[in-house]
Each structure stands twice: as C-alpha cells, then as structure tokens.
C-alpha cells in the first residue's frame, strides 16, 4: 500500500523559513493537501492540490510538488504557526503521512 | 459555511459497536459535489482515514477496517453515521467527520480530494 513519509519534527527560528517534506514514490503525479493541527483542535486545510491556498490562509503558505517529495513551505514563521502538519493523497484510498511537529525557535 | 458536528457516547465496552452521528448544518448531505467521510487519530498519534460515503448511499472504506465499518446517510435528518464494530482499546481515538470533494474517472472510479472543512472531534475511549 501506498506510503508518505515525513520527519518527525522540524525547527524553524523566528522570522525564517520553515520546509515540511512529503515523501512518496512517484508523489509529483498525484494531488498533494497540507493539513494543519494545532493541540487540542481539529485539522484546517492549508494548502490543496499541491499549491492552492484556501481562503483565509496567509500567503506566507506555500507548496509544492514534484518527483517523490512534496514539500509545505512556511514563510516569515510565527509563533503561531507551531502545530502538526499533516500530507494527505489518495491511492484507491486516503493515505495521510504521520505528522510533522513544526517548532519556532 | 457548512459546519460540522460529532455526536455520541464518549465510552464504549470492549467487544460493542461504536456508534455516533455528524450532523451537517449551513449545507446539505444531499449536494451531489460532496463526499463524506470519518476520520480518527489515537491519541498522540496521526490521522486514520475511515471510510465515506456518497448520498445515494455509496461507500468506500479503508481496508484495513472495512470488516466492522458502516457509514450510512439520512438525508432527512441531514447526518451521516458511522458505526464499529467488535471494538477493542486500539479504537479509541478523537473521530472526526469531514467533506471532500472529489471527481468519478471514466472508469467509474471516484477519487477524493481535499477534506474541508472538518468537525471538531469527538473523543470515544473504549474501556470497560
């Protein structure tokens, strides 16, 4: 069965730029969604086909797809945007990767 | 803005059904653009996709618990339900139930897209 691997854990200090890797073969042909979760509350939609903000997310959120890695961008990081960051496909399913847990320096 | 809710007994005795309903409200069940799915997270852990379902009545489960999962639609009440069954301490998890669109291929095939938005989760603790 299809897998997404990201890290554990990423560090991004204030201000800078944080990058949440998605690993899956062959990833780049499929539509890659960013979810994030803050403790205690339900994922929000950050980011859908590869690239797409919804409405009400801050430009600072960007993504992008290609080969075996998608990749969820965060620029100018605040402290509000430490959470866990989820990667979402479908593969005959819906396969989510295990989370990345983003802290801001 | 469609919103939804969880509903449904936060504690369930190992061996039952899991039973609980979402309740869809500022939208319908019935718009033919949207599926309809459940979505669990143990705690501390990431996100399991359960199963959707389409308002014709539809469905598509993860193989991994298609052999005790059930989701059915009331148009009517406007709700989707979900039920589990022979559950056991490794189901217990916040349940989350949220939309997706998605897209039929030519073969007849449907692919989910993006869930949004999503409930705010129920947490269900199986124990006796």
């Known amino acids: 069965s299809y897998e997404l691997t990201q890290p554990l854990s990423v560090s991004v200090a204030l201000g800078q730029t944080a990058r949440i890797t998605c690993g899956g073969n062959n990833i780049g042909s499929k539509n890659v969604h960013w979810y994030q979760q803050k403790p205690g509350q339900a994922p929000v939609l950050v980011i859908y086909r590869d690239s797409n903000r919804p409405s009400g997310i801050p430009e600072r959120f960007s993504g992008s797809n290609s080969g075996n890695t998608a990749t969820l961008t965060i620029s100018r990081a605040q402290a509000g945007d430490e959470a866990d960051y989820y990667c979402q496909v479908w593969d005959s399913r819906v396969v989510f990767g295990g989370g990345t847990k983003l802290t801001v320096l | 803005q469609v919103q939804l809710q969880e509903s449904g007994p936060g504690l369930v005795k190992p061996s039952e059904t899991l039973s609980l309903t979402c309740t869809v409200s500022g939208g319908s069940v019935s718009s033919g653009s949207y599926y309809w799915s459940w979505i669990r997270q143990p705690p501390g852990k990431g996100l399991e996709w359960i199963g959707y379902?389409?308002?014709?009545?539809?469905?598509n489960y993860n193989p991994s618990l298609k052999s005790r999962v059930t989701i059915s639609v009331d148009t009517s009440k406007n709700q989707f339900s979900l039920k589990l069954s022979s559950v056991t301490a490794a189901d217990t998890a916040v349940y989350y139930c949220?939309?997706?669109?998605?897209?039929?291929?030519?073969?007849?095939?449907?692919?989910?897209?993006?869930?949004?938005?999503w409930g705010q989760g129920t947490l269900v603790t199986v124990s006796s």
């Open positions: 949220a939309r997706s669109s998605g897209d039929i291929t030519i073969f007849g095939v449907v692919i989910l897209y993006w869930f949004d938005p």
């Open positions: 379902i389409y308002y014709s009545g539809s469905t």
